[in-house]
């Protein structure tokens, strides 16, 4: 789904800011989407360049 794609990236920047989610409780429920294998896999971090 496209939402999918779109969101978890956006809240995994959330989360890295520290920003309050609270008042998105949908994004919430969302958001352990991030945790899901091939999404863990292509965190940021996880990337080749990454530093």
């Given at each position: ?12 920047n959330?989360?890295?800011f ?5 008042r ?28």
């Open positions: 789904m496209l939402a999918d794609l779109c969101l978890v990236p956006q809240v995994f959330a989360q890295r520290h920003l309050d989610m609270s998105y409780p949908m994004i919430e429920r969302i958001a352990p989407a991030g945790q899901i294998d091939a999404f863990a896999r292509a965190a940021p971090g996880q990337q080749p360049d990454a530093e």
